[in-house]
């Protein structure tokens, strides 16, 4: 497969092997993975702890080479041009950026100044960025007392600062809460349909990728196991979910129960929520609670849904996504 520069971001084939070190295996972190975004889109990575997505942003952002494979962003090669590609890029990592002991506006003055922007220039950008992100109140108090989701949003500010064309965004939202990350999501929002950026979102929150990915690939094990839209993905799992909540202890009979009941497929369970998918939707719902009556089981809740994110993930991983604390 060869790297496609059309595309905003190529991955093509991509393997990287970690020294195990003190005599363990070395790992596969990167296994054949490839995807490709196109321009001015947000394209997320989901996948379960160690499946691979922050050694992927690390390839593409040069910040590590893979054994073999090959890698584009903005049509520039990263292997070939890895100081081109960086000037073309903003990376929000997971870890904050700013200097807590300095004001916002003194982070984004000296981070566009560093960019190689005149003093006028950096101090009319730092006001563009503190106003964009509703941080002027606070420009001028020091960031080690932001918010949460302030400090964020600076941290996306301080990647933006000069104007890249992709933006990296690792886990963006993780330890905000609800409104600051309804807040966030609008910002990655505004950041691709009116500023033309393509934005790649690694993320534990699967109606993160939901809401902001125009197209998603689950990755598992160094490889992507599935890629589409967020209603592609949903489309192809046949038929509604039934979700029926059960006390803890009775997991394993209803699960036994469940998967006799005609008419229901992949069963699962997600600690004391069981799954299933159901070819006739509600219609299903009389057999799953008969099966589990015989069995003996209380039921606390039952509902029918539209197959959700955390379907394709089941489906395709095998377990339920765990999110980060
Ligand atoms: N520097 C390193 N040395 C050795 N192994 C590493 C190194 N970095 C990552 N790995 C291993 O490579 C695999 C992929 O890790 P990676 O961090 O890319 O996963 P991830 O999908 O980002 O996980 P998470 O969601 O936990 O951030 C894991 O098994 C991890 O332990």
């Not at 033309?196 to 990755?219: G, P």
């Amino acid at each position: 497969m060869h790297t496609q520069t059309s595309a905003a971001l190529a991955a093509a084939d991509l393997v990287k092997t970690y020294k195990g070190g003190r005599g363990a295996p070395p790992v596969r972190a990167l296994d054949g993975l490839s995807f490709a975004v196109e321009p001015g889109t947000v394209f997320a990575l989901l996948g379960p702890n160690g499946a691979g997505k922050s050694t992927t942003v690390k390839v593409l952002t040069t910040l590590s080479r893979p054994d073999s494979g090959s890698a584009s962003v903005a049509g520039i090669d990263v292997l070939r041009a890895p100081d081109a590609v960086r000037r073309a890029i903003g990376l929000v990592s997971q870890k904050p950026s700013g200097d807590p002991m300095a004001t916002g506006r003194e982070n984004l003055v000296l981070a566009a100044r560093i960019q190689g922007c005149s003093g006028t220039e950096a101090t009319a950008r730092a006001d563009r960025l503190l106003a964009r992100f509703a941080l002027t109140d606070a420009a001028d108090r020091l960031v080690k007392t932001y918010s949460g989701g302030m400090a964020r949003k600076l941290d996306v500010a301080l990647g933006i600062v000069h104007a890249p064309r992709v933006l990296f965004l690792d886990e963006p939202t993780t330890g905000l809460d609800p409104e600051a990350r309804a807040e966030m999501w609008g910002e990655i929002e505004r950041l691709a349909v009116e500023e033309d950026v393509t934005v790649l979102l690694t993320t534990h929150y699967l109606d993160e990728a939901d809401r902001l990915a125009a197209r998603l690939a689950i990755v598992d094990a160094g490889r992507v196991v599935v890629e589409g839209t967020p209603e592609e993905l949903k489309r192809e799992l046949r038929g509604d979910t039934v979700v029926v909540e059960v006390g803890e202890d009775d997991v394993p009979a209803g699960l036994a129960a469940l998967s006799g009941v005609r008419g229901l497929a992949d069963v699962t369970v997600d600690r004391a929520t069981l799954r299933a998918r159901a070819d006739g939707g509600a219609g299903a719902v009389p057999a799953v609670l008969a099966a589990l009556e015989t069995a003996g089981i209380g039921v606390l809740s039952v509902t029918v849904a539209r197959p959700s994110l955390d379907d394709v993930y089941l489906r395709h991983v095998g377990r339920a996504m765990e999110v980060a604390a």
